[in-house]
């Protein structure tokens, strides 16, 4: 059965480094978002992307984030300058745009632990 | 503004008995609706989704959940709870982006 992949499953970074999550969402699908859970906490959505380019995005999703489809089976998340509060499970999801473009299901990957120390 | 709320922080139901987790949002209109659910150290699998149609709808692992527009809920039920239920549920709604509430954690007792 096809799945989101993540990797690394776990990152740690100083405060202030760039890191790059990357995600291998389902083949066939077009829709892809990133969502970041703090421990303890609810999970939020942080952007979602098609053709391109980004189609929605929330308050969290400043200007130090970006996403990225650098080829055509990765899709990756950038923190240009990470911050203690970035710590976070940062989960991809992709869906196909069947009948209702975009919420269809979306299929979750196991996320990456990010790690700001 | 639009939410979606869990007022059920933590639940505790005994194996084999019952289970219904509430969820309700507020939106200008019907929004799409979703139950998911986490294991620990797990990504989020979908149970089962709401778009329009019969409000009683069914999903995987034996739940169901019912949409009630005139209460502007979509709680989750299980008449019978598994011990392999135990984890954390997230009720969800997309308008035009995907908002989750702030789960409900599961434990079965034996």
């Known amino acids: 059965e096809p799945e989101v992949t993540q990797t690394p499953s776990h990152q740690v970074t100083q405060m202030g480094q760039e890191v790059i999550l990357r995600c291998v969402p389902i083949?066939?699908?077009?829709?892809f978002y990133w969502y970041r859970q703090i421990l303890g906490q609810k999970v939020e959505f942080l952007v979602s992307f098609y053709n391109n380019e980004i189609s929605e995005k929330s308050e969290i999703f400043d200007d130090q984030f970006s996403v990225e489809r650098p080829d055509g089976s990765n899709f990756t998340l950038k923190i240009r300058s990470t911050k203690l509060e970035d710590s976070a499970m940062y989960f991809c999801a992709s869906s196909d745009p069947g009948e209702l473009a975009g919420y269809n299901e979306q299929f979750f990957g196991p996320g990456t632990r990010l790690t700001v120390l | 503004a639009q939410s979606v709320t869990q007022p059920d922080i933590h639940i505790t139901v005994s194996e084999g008995a019952s289970l219904e987790l509430r969820c309700n949002y507020s939106y200008g209109a019907t929004p799409y609706l979703f139950w998911y659910v986490q294991s620990p150290g797990q990504g989020l699998q979908l149970l089962l989704k709401y778009f329009s149609g019969d409000t009683l709808v069914q999903g995987i692992k034996g739940f169901e959940a019912e949409f009630k527009r005139s209460q502007s809920s979509f709680n989750l039920r299980k008449p019978s709870v598994h011990w392999s239920d135990a984890a954390e549920y997230f009720c969800a709604v997309a308008y035009n982006d995907m908002r989750f509430g702030a789960g409900t954690r599961l434990t079965v007792k034996p």
């Open positions: 083949s066939n699908h077009l829709y």
